[in-house]
């Protein structure tokens, strides 16, 4: 069973964004906004105005259970 986790940039440095564990609703919407933006291509567009390459995209992360 694949079961998605995130995104993951390829950087140089590492870096992510913190979210608390009670607040799942956060976290399903922002889950919810990168999938959409993923699948759409505006993410890679938002991502190339600040400044990141498309070796640099973020890539959909995965983990088996």
Known sequence: NVVPVGYAVPSDFPFGMGIK???P?????LEDVF???YQDGS???EMKKWGFTEAQ???PLTKTE
């Open 57 to 59: 995209q973020l890539e």
């Open 25 to 29: 609703n956060l976290m399903n919407g």
């Open 35 to 37: 999938h959409a933006m």
């Open 43 to 45: 993410l890679l567009e």
């Open 21 to 23: 564990k009670d607040d």
